[in-house]
């Protein structure tokens, strides 16, 4: 769920952002959303489990930590929030129970 938050929010803003006629601002935010855009899709994988779903969605919530600190870095406040889902997504995906659903048989 946190994906698709994410994503609705970072298409909301490149959207906001275009309509005000900012065009550098609305590609500055679609680079940082893009972990949420990739990841999004990602999720949409997850109830057939496909294979490595669940690694690429660790991954991209990595890089999402790490762009976050990077927003952080240059003063802006949404950093803080990106480091945060990235954190919580990482850390639901890691745990047993997940890995357990991950691997669980698919119904036809």
Do not use: Y
């Amino acid at each position: 769920m946190l994906f698709f938050v994410m994503g609705g929010f970072g298409l909301l803003a490149v959207v906001l952002a275009f309509v005000r006629g900012d065009a550098e601002a609305a590609g500055s935010i679609s680079v940082t959303s893009l972990p949420a855009f990739i990841g999004l899709v990602c999720a949409l994988r997850f109830p057939k489990r496909r294979p490595n779903s669940r690694g690429t969605a660790i991954f991209l919530a990595s890089v999402m930590l790490f762009i976050g600190f990077g927003t952080m870095g240059q003063g802006q406040p949404v950093g803080l929030v990106l480091c945060a889902v990235g954190v919580t997504i990482v850390i639901l995906l890691s745990q047993r129970r997940s890995g357990h659903w991950f691997r669980r048989p698919v119904r036809p």
